[in-house]
Structure formats: structure tokens, C-alpha cells
T-cell receptor
């Protein structure tokens, strides 16, 4: 059983640019969520996808967008990058619609994005 | 407005002793709680969870206690081992998608 894999591991971008981060869900999982973890903070929910549709969104602007593909892999796109977007971006999958106490999220190792 | 708070940024414990990590929450709608452990350069790893209808859940060396009236939960690790040294995140969920995380507590277990 393969876990959640994310690419790339690290990325450096310039303010104003666009970035795409990728995630492969754990085998058998059909829900994917994205979280942003700034330095010294806990992960913050960006959005969740189920069956290729966004079915929940946190307090992030529209320049954060996503896609989920039929094979349950996913992308996070961020347009017009700002310095405050520098963070660790975590992808998580679960085997049902979202998370519950008996079906917790499984996280990948994240993509470290630095915006200069 | 932080709905999940971990007020201790760090904790040091001797190997073999008990580690107690605390978490407070403000949202009464949370119906389950989880603890995740995170090593540097890795993603958070699920440790243990508890439903709001329970007050205790145990898994090996790890026990989570929930006090709903106080809106407080704690994670007990007994006995603590050097490999337990990591950042521990408390998380809470209401319904089936968003998890709300605390800022984490860095546990150091001293051999």
C-alpha cells in the first residue's frame, strides 16, 4: 500500500509568479485535502476534493485553486504568489468523504514553498 | 481567533516518565479530536483519536482523555521514549472535512 506522495519537495518562486504542487493519494482513498503550514503554526485547511469536485474550503482567497483527477491524484495551484505564501503545503487523503475519528487523514511529507 | 489551543510550545521529559500534552478548544461543535506527531522533514502522522461521546481512548503507550465540560483534552505517553521526541499537534473536526489544528507542542524525551 503506497502512502501519500507529494512533488516537488522544495520550490523557490518569485512574488507574482504562479505555482502548481502535486499529490498522489494513498491507494484506495478518494478524498484529498490541502493544508498550509506556516512557520511556527499548525496546518491550516485550504480545501478538500471528493469525486473531482471541491466540497469544502477554508479561509483562503480564490487565487488558491485545485483539481482532483479520476485517479484521485490532485493539484494545488497558487496564482500571483505573495511573500506570505511561503510555507509547507501538505496534501492529505482519506478513505471516505473527509475525515472522521475512525478514518483519519493521512498526510504526505509536504512541499516547502519559498517565495522571494 | 484560535479554536484549538496548545499553550505549551515545548515540553521536556525524562525517558521512562509520563509525558502529558494538553489541548484546549472553544468550538462546541467539534465532535472528534485527533493527535498527530510530526518529525522534521516529514508530514504529520496520525497517532490516536477520540470521539466526543467518549472520555478516554487508549492505544498501547498512548491515551487520550477528553473533558467536554472543560473543553480540554490531553495526550498521555507512558513510558516516554527518546523516539517520541517530535512536535505533537492536537486537531479537531466537526463533520467530515475540515480539521482545525493547534500550533503544536515540541516534546523532547531526554535519555
Amino acid at each position: 500500500e503506497t502512502g501519500v506522495t507529494q512533488s516537488p519537495t522544495h520550490l523557490i518562486k518569485t512574488r507574482g509568479q504562479q505555482v502548481t504542487l502535486r499529490c498522489s493519494s494513498q491507494s484506495g482513498h478518494n478524498t484529498v485535502s490541502w493544508y498550509q503550514q506556516a512557520l511556527g503554526q499548525g496546518p491550516q485547511f485550504i480545501f478538500q476534493y471528493y469525486r473531482e469536485e471541491e466540497n469544502g474550503r477554508g479561509n483562503f482567497p480564490p487565487r488558491f485553486s485545485g483539481l482532483q483527477f479520476p485517479n484521485y491524484s490532485s493539484e494545488l495551484n497558487v496564482n500571483a504568489l505573495e511573500l506570505d505564501d511561503s510555507a509547507l503545503y501538505l496534501c492529505a487523503s482519506s478513505g471516505r468523504t473527509g475525515s472522521s475519528y475512525n478514518s483519519p487523514l493521512h498526510f504526505g511529507n509536504g512541499t516547502r514553498l519559498t517565495v522571494t | 481567533d484560535q479554536q484549538v489551543k496548545q499553550n505549551s510550545p515545548s515540553l521536556s521529559v525524562q525517558e521512562g516518565r509520563i509525558s502529558i500534552l494538553n489541548c484546549d478548544y472553544t468550538n462546541s461543535m467539534f465532535d472528534y479530536f485527533l493527535w498527530y506527531k510530526k518529525y522534521p522533514a516529514e508530514g504529520p502522522t496520525f497517532l490516536i483519536s477520540i470521539s466526543s461521546i467518549k472520555d478516554k481512548n487508549e492505544d498501547g503507550r498512548f491515551t487520550v482523555f477528553l473533558n467536554k465540560s472543560a473543553k480540554h483534552l490531553s495526550l498521555h505517553i507512558v513510558p516516554s521514549q527518546p523516539g517520541d521526541s517530535a512536535v505533537y499537534f492536537c486537531a479537531a473536526g466537526a463533520g467530515s472535512y475540515q480539521l482545525t489544528f493547534g500550533k503544536g507542542t515540541k516534546l523532547s524525551v531526554i535519555p
